[in-house]
């Protein structure tokens, strides 16, 4: 069998979509399985577009991914460069070749005469304005000139491009591993700009070249580059390099929240999710997008997440770790219709790979936050928090946010719970519960309890009704970790403070009420 070798071949003109990093995932865990290779490529041809800085970020979003390279940017490889922009020459000789095969030619229209052949067809009632194998012999090009005056426009250095020669009739037929059979006719297609009057090589050139020359077996890549495969088959006719064709595999789209339409950068926003692996600042807007890792994610989650996104393992296991993504994934299992970015579920793999992990990393999540906020904190009391918060937190940083209370007391309350409960009964039991706590000996979880259940049994109160004001007075809201042992947390002193405070506070609204 062909040896395995996949690329992930990025541009680098912004921060690497999620959906770029589901691509670059799928092509890992296929090129792992087969014990094949994984090249990293960057596709930099399109000088336009390019944004500094967008070659590091990929790199770095793939690392954090745990996505790893076997060959190409920045680990080198036996058909380095592997950065397009620096093969530059090398494109020139295959659109030569394909000149010289015939399957290619020169073309000098300037941009007004081609606007001209497009406002002509538009007027003709033509639907699509392509330049195209009708087209094209209206045009001005090494086809319709003579060749003495190609050879001379050539010779005097005016602007051209290299097209493609697009067969007049007939068609061109893949075999998605994906969508199945594709076909389209010749003459739905143009006849594609290979060489840019700049040299450099289009997208669509390059991308086939370097396929080929990099013996890629497999092409997996997003749906949106479907529509250019048939193209891309006809380069490899065009080249006579059928036999060494890639496979194709394009990946199902990512679709908004509610499934309807393509996922994209504007619907993040607007809800609030990250769209990009790691936080990006545009250099160009200057604006901020917060990413994936500084969200809080971690990147198991998100990569076991992304594996969900257009392919599933047939069985009920959700949690997969890489290993088990390498184990289970196959193309076969791949869908054809769009996957819904589903936000919540992502944020559901981050508490499940969140509350696995030790309670020392847990802590040491804790403990950084605590520093940034100048807090001290022992480490037993830091370690018992995390343990009576790991089942109710979905970030990194919730251990903080949503335990504030541990550290200082609230500012604010639960207005409701105080307007509904706090009520004579509920102050005769603060009272006596004050120093029913004053007065046990070891004041923990489980004493603490005792001493709440006989304060309540001996002024007849029930503790249902007691427990949420209770826990108001802590720690300002009506729901929070173990109540019990956030007292045992916060200690025999803070917990009276509170209590004195809300004692002489919430009567106030009490006597209102
Ligand atoms: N450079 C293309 C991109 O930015 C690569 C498409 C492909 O994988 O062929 O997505």
């Not at 979509?17 to 399109?46: C, K, P, S």
């Not at 300037?110 to 033509?126: F, S």
């Not at 819904?340 to 950084?368: C, G, H, M, V």
Request: proline share 5%.
């Amino acid at each position: 069998m062909k040896e395995i070798r996949v690329r992930f071949a990025p541009s680098p003109t912004g921060a690497l979509h999620i959906g770029g990093v589901r691509t670059a995932l799928y092509n890992y865990l296929f090129a792992r399985q087969h014990n094949g290779t994984m090249i990293l490529r960057i596709e930099d041809t399109d000088q336009n577009r390019y944004v500094p800085g967008a070659e590091a970020y990929i790199i770095e979003s793939l690392k954090w991914a745990g996505i790893g390279i076997d060959e190409g940017i920045g680990v080198g490889g036996p058909f380095a460069p592997y950065r397009q922009s620096e093969r530059k020459e090398l494109y020139r000789k295959y659109a030569d070749q394909l000149i010289d095969s015939g399957h290619a030619y020169y073309a000098f229209d300037t941009e007004a005469e081609l606007e001209a052949m497009r406002d002509r067809l538009k007027k003709a009632g033509v639907d699509y304005q392509q330049y195209n194998s009708v087209t094209r012999m209206t045009m001005r090009n090494s086809l319709t000139l003579p060749a003495s005056e190609t050879e001379k426009l050539l010779q005097s250095g005016v602007p051209y491009v290299i097209r493609l020669k697009v067969p007049e009739t007939g068609e061109v037929r893949l075999q998605d591993l994906i969508r199945g059979e594709v076909v389209v006719q010749m003459h739905e297609l143009d006849d594609k700009v290979l060489m840019k009057s700049d040299g450099m090589p289009t997208y669509h050139l390059a991308n086939v070249v370097d396929d080929y020359l990099m013996r890629i077996s497999h092409v997996i890549r997003g749906e949106e580059w479907l529509p250019s495969a048939p193209l891309h088959v006809l380069l490899y006719k065009s080249f006579g390099w059928e036999a060494d064709m890639p496979q194709f595999a394009h990946l199902p789209l990512l679709l908004k929240p509610d499934g309807n339409g393509k996922l994209s950068k504007r619907d993040a926003d607007r809800m609030g999710f990250p769209i990009f692996p790691l936080t990006w600042t545009d250099p160009g807007t200057g604006e901020k997008s917060v990413g994936f890792r500084e969200a809080g994610y971690l990147p198991e989650a998100l990569i076991n997440f992304l594996a969900f996104l257009g392919w599933n393992p047939g069985t009920e296991q959700e949690i997969f770790s890489m290993k088990e993504l390498i184990k289970a994934f196959s193309i076969g299992r791949i869908g054809k219709a769009g996957a819904r970015f589903d936000i919540q579920k992502a944020t559901w793999f981050n508490e499940q790979y969140l509350r696995s992990k030790p309670e020392s990393i847990l802590a040491a999540y804790l403990a950084d936050q605590l520093v940034k906020k100048g807090i001290t904190c022992s480490p037993e009391k830091i370690l018992k928090i995390v343990a009576v918060m790991r089942e109710r937190v979905s970030f990194p940083k919730d251990f903080y946010e949503q335990g504030q209370f541990f550290f200082h007391a609230p500012q604010t309350f639960d207005s409701t719970v105080i307007a509904k409960k706090w009520n004579a009964d509920t102050v005769k039991f603060i009272r006596v519960f004050q120093e029913s706590i004053e007065n046990i000996e070891q004041f923990n979880a489980e004493t603490i309890k005792t001493a709440f259940e006989k304060t309540a049994a001996d002024l007849g109160i029930k503790t249902g009704q007691l427990m949420q004001v209770l826990r108001v007075a802590i720690t300002g809201s009506a729901s929070g970790p173990d109540l019990m042992m956030t007292l045992e947390i916060i200690g025999r002193q803070e917990t009276l403070n509170r209590l004195v405070f809300a004692l002489s506070n919430f009567n106030v609204n009490a006597a209102s009420s």
